[in-house]
């Protein structure tokens, strides 16, 4: 088996400690050695190593210039100084306690002392309110560029099939109310443990034939469709739907924020509103999850965030995606 002892005792440290200092004592060495001979006058005629190159081209064993040797020194020095300031010889700290984390705290705090008044600010103004402030909504914007688009598009209008919703238009799953936008930042929407989910219904409701009677019954909801509703199967899928759909979706179709159960009688469909679309979120079920945002970003942001998803749906020139 790994040994992993290797690693956590000082081994390596030793191992980096003996490689470093003998080859700095060794540099040192090198460079006295090197400089043996400087202290020949200059008229004195230089030696030769008795190497020649293309008829006259020799070797000469000058001594190294004094910038070269000065340059060497201070490199050594830097080095010893820094490696006794700094973390670098094995494990041994430095004696300035320098860390990584702390510099990235230091960074992290002055970035907050910096930037929290300015988010902090609105914090205590109205969403409704925020939503008519240019600056607030610019802000808002920033932040939703930063931690949204990858999943709602820079547009905010989402990914229509695939689950993840438009947020620039008058359909919501959990409702519109600056109080329920800020819920689904701060809190998510759909964790895994939530039991308010559409499950998997084709095995319940007596497999594939029940799903197809549903599908037509749920098309039949959308008066528009009407040319592609065979009207007896829309008729044996309303006995399905009035058993095991109607507590979410309601007796008409329309939906419950309060669950995240979407209106199954407009254009806007989370999932796709093809035949196969819904056979498919029917007969496998469907299971979004908007992640909480709360912990991570704080209050102030999500409040902002809040207000610019408000903002373009609730009609202010202030709220475009700029
Ligand atoms: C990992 C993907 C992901 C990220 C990142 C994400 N969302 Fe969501 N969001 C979703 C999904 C999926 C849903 C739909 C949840 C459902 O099906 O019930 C959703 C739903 C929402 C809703 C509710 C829409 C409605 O119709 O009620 C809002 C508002 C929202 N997100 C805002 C945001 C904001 C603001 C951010 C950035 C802070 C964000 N989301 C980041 C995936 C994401
Ligand atoms: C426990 C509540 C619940 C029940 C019961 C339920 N649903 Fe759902 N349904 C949901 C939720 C919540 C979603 C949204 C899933 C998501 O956000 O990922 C959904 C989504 C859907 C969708 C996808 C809508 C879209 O916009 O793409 C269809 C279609 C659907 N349900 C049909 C049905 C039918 C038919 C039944 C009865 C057989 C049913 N549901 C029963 C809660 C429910």
């Known amino acids: 088996m790994f040994d992993n002892t290797l690693f956590v ?30 202290s020949k006058s ?30 060497f020194y201070i490199t050594l020095f830097f080095g010893i100084i820094y490696l006794i300031l700094y973390p670098g010889l094995g494990s041994f700290a430095g004696v300035l306690g320098w860390t990584e984390v702390k510099e990235y705290e230091a960074e992290m705090n002055a970035a907050k002392t910096q930037y929290d008044p300015l988010f902090d600010k609105f914090k205590s103004e109205p969403i409704e309110k925020l939503a008519q402030t240019p600056e607030a909504v610019k802000m808002g914007h920033h932040l939703y560029m930063t931690y949204c688009t990858i999943c709602h598009g820079s547009d905010a209008k989402g990914v229509p099939g695939k689950g993840f919703p438009n947020l620039a238009d008058a359909e ?20 895994p443990e939530a039991s308010a989910v559409m499950m998997a219904w084709k095995d319940t409701i007596g497999g594939e034939e ?29 006995e399905v739907y009035m058993t095991y759909c109607i507590g979410c979706h309601g007796p008409e179709g329309k939906g419950t ?3 995240g159960a979407p209106n199954l009688t407009d254009d806007v469909w989370l999932y796709g509103g093809s035949k ?25 942001k999500v409040h902002l965030l809040a207000a610019y998803v408000y903002s373009l749906s609730h009609g202010s020139e202030s709220g475009k995606p700029q």
């Open 276 to 300: 196969g679309g819904i056979e498919t979120s029917v007969a496998l079920g469907r299971k979004g999850t908007m992640p909480a945002h709360g912990e991570f970003l704080g209050p102030a």
């Open 172 to 191: 919501w799953l959990w409702g519109d109310t600056p109080q329920d936008i800020e819920a689904t930042i701060h809190d998510g929407r759909n964790p």
């Open 210 to 238: 029940a799903v197809k009677n549903v599908t037509q019954y749920v098309i039949s909801l959308n008066s528009n469709r009407a040319a592609e509703v065979d009207k007896t199967v829309a008729g044996k899928g309303q």
């Open 9 to 38: 005792s000082s081994f390596w440290s030793w191992y980096i400690i003996l490689l470093t200092v003998p080859g700095i004592i060794g540099c040192f060495w090198l460079i006295i050695w090197m400089s043996k001979g400087r």
């Open 257 to 259: 924020p309060a669950m």
């Open 42 to 71: 200059d008229d004195e005629p230089v030696a030769t190593m008795g190497h020649v190159w293309d008829e006259t081209l020799e070797e000469f064993s000058n001594p190294l210039p004094r910038w070269w040797l000065g340059m």
